[in-house]
Every structure is written in C-alpha cells, then in structure tokens.
C-alpha cells in the first residue's frame, strides 16, 4: 500500500484558476515537505511543516499556500495559475534523516 | 547558495558493468540522501549518507565529509537500473527543519 498519497496524479488548469493539491502520509511522520520540479530545473525545495506548523518557506510567491488540516495532511494550494507553474510537485516527510517522497502530481497549466 | 554537482550527466552501460556516480556541493552537509528517479518519475531514496560508507544491495555510498563529496557505486548494473540518480543534501540539523537541495542527476542507461 502506498505510504504518501499524492491527488490527483495529473491536472490540467487553465491560466488563472485556482487548484489544491492534496497528500497525505500514512508513515507517522511529524515533518512534511512540498518540492517541485520543472522541466528545467532539479527538484527545489518549496516549504517544510512540523507538526502543522510552517518551518521554512522558500517560496518567493505567495499564491503558493500550504494547508495542514491534519498531522498527516499538507496541501498545496496555488491561485492566479500561470503557464510557468506547470511542473510535478511532490510531496514528501520524514523522521530523522530520510525523507521519502510521494508519487507526485503532474500539473499542466494552459 | 549551496549547490549540487553531479557526474557524470549521463552514463550508458552494458549489463553487468559497474556504475560509479559522483556528487560534489558547495558547503558542509549535515544530511546527504541518494535518491532514484524512474523514467516514469517516482522518486525513491536509495541511502541516506552524511558520512562514511554505507552498503545495501548492489549499492556503496562513500561521503568524505571534508572533502564535500559523495559516490555511489552501483555493481553488477541491470537494465532495470535505468534511470535517473539524484544526489541531494541538506545542511541544517536535520529532522523537521530538513531542507533537500538536488543535484541535476545522472542519467542511467543499462543495455542488456
């Protein structure tokens, strides 16, 4: 069974509409973690939460909003899409020094 | 910023070979993580290695810590160990405040 589920695994939006992405783990992990990664570029860092609470925030948007309604549930979500926020985005938690990653989801802005 | 350096970019084998990737960064690593990328995308993490040496399977991570380097040794290559390899590393304390900065990856090609 899989430990990080990710929803939905591919999305399609048009520009300027509003999407969440949804994960959650099921591996007892206090820190959970948002990464993306564009065509272009190698997977970066977006945010770290423990405990629900926000960590670190490397994203220099903030139409990008993480959502913690429960320990294990970390959502994305991104308003006033743009064609440049079409990439994977994964999400990840760890304990200790491993993090483990979901199977991400694949957006596509149009 | 720190970064990561991976080598080489890609690597074509013939099954059987061995693989040796390299990943060079920027500044001290408190954590460092080997992870695999399928051509489909999934990310799974092969060993997480701040220093020394670690085994398992097929696979040898060496980190020497001082010289801001790591390597992992694939042996006895197979074609489904075709893919991506991406090195990442993390210079906070770790645990919840754990921050993965990535490496471009090696690219693997396994021939049979």
Redesign the interface.
Known sequence: DPKIIQKPKYLVAVTGSEKILICEQYLGHNAMYWYRQSAKKPLEFMFSYSYQKLMDNQTASSRFQPQSSKKNHLDLQITALKPDDSATYFCASSQGDTQYFGPGTRLLVL | GQQ?QQSPSSLVLQEGENAELQCNFSSTAT?L?W?YQSPG?????LL?N?SGTKHTGRLTSTTVTKERRSSLHISSSQTTDSGTY?C?IDRNS????????????TKLSVKS
């Open positions: 990561v954590q993580q992870f995308g999934s990310l799974v993490s997480s701040p991406l990442a770790g645990g919840s405040n754990a921050k993965l900065t990535f490496g471009k990856g």
